[in-house]
């Protein structure tokens, strides 16, 4: 196997929910905060019509075995209920900061939590709003 299909995010995450672009609007039309995990200059630049930036500050490898504590994310930002649905979204295929925030979040508690593994690029792909 070469490093490239290593890099890639698994195809699906224990204790999260793994949605589509489809299913992500759904929910962003009834209230469900979407959390864009990428850099703060990624999200001006373009975003999800409707998404929140919280940042998924990355030192830790590439990897489902991760160290968490090697990063920075900002569960404040969340809602504060931890019941509450929320998804996570990055570029996709190498970016890893929705999987890790996912993650995270799962380990704080949080007992909705999606992961918009398509991420940006199949939201655009399918031609849905942006910012």
């Not at 995450?13 to 929910?27: C, N, P, R, T, W």
């Not at 469900?32 to 995990?37: A, K, L």
Request: proline content about 7%.
């Amino acid at each position: 196997t070469s490093a490239a299909i290593a890099a890639e995010t698994p195809a699906a995450l224990a204790g999260v929910k793994s949605v589509s672009a489809d299913e992500v609007k759904k929910m962003l039309d009834s209230g469900v905060p979407v959390i864009d995990t990428r850099v703060a200059a990624e999200y001006a630049e373009k975003t999800i019509k409707g998404a929140l930036s919280v940042p998924y500050k990355e030192k830790s490898a590439k990897d489902p075995g991760f160290d968490p504590a090697q990063d920075q994310f900002d569960l404040g930002k969340l809602p504060a209920n931890k019941g509450a649905p929320v998804v996570f979204f990055c570029n996709a295929g190498e970016c890893w900061k929705s999987y890790k925030a996912s993650v995270v979040a799962l380990k704080a508690g949080y007992t909705k939590v999606n992961w918009f593994r398509g991420g940006f690029p199949e939201w655009t792909g399918k031609g849905l709003p942006t910012q």
